[in-house]
């Protein structure tokens, strides 16, 4: 069992920054890969980007590649994500998820979600 805790969210105004971090429980979480997610209002959840179980891989949707970069750390138990550059467009809910799938792009292969965090980008 991952439980999983977003934080970081907030509003900022577009060429702005912000840095989310997420939580994780348990002696395991160098076991699984993780994701980061969003879902906008009124529209699918969507991937951003997901890092290998070492941090050594990632890889980005194509929305937020050159912006965004994942990052975490196993003796900490935390995955970040610094988002820069950031668009009115990125505003939505921010999810991690962990999963034991390597590289996977599809949250059905995500097993453990965090309750997300707010992400307003004002123009």
């Known amino acids: 069992q991952v439980q999983l805790v977003e934080s970081g969210g907030g509003l900022v105004q577009a060429g702005g920054s912000l840095r989310l971090s997420c939580a994780a429980s348990?002696?395991?979480?160098?076991?699984?890969?993780m994701g980061w997610f969003r879902q906008a209002p009124g529209k699918e959840r969507e991937f951003v980007g997901t890092?290998?179980?070492?941090?050594?891989?990632?890889y980005y949707a194509d929305s937020v590649k050159g912006r965004f970069t994942i990052s975490r750390d196993n003796a900490k138990n935390t995955v970040t994500l610094q988002m820069n550059s950031l668009k009115p467009e990125d505003t939505a809910v921010y999810y991690c998820?962990?999963?034991?799938?390597?590289?996977?792009?599809?949250?059905?292969?995500?097993?453990?979600w965090g309750q997300g965090t707010q992400v307003t980008v004002s123009s």
């Open positions: 890092i290998s179980r070492s941090g050594g891989i990632t």
């Open positions: 348990g002696r395991i979480f160098s076991s699984y890969a």
């Open positions: 998820a962990a999963t034991r799938t390597v590289n996977s792009r599809s949250q059905n292969d995500y097993d453990y």
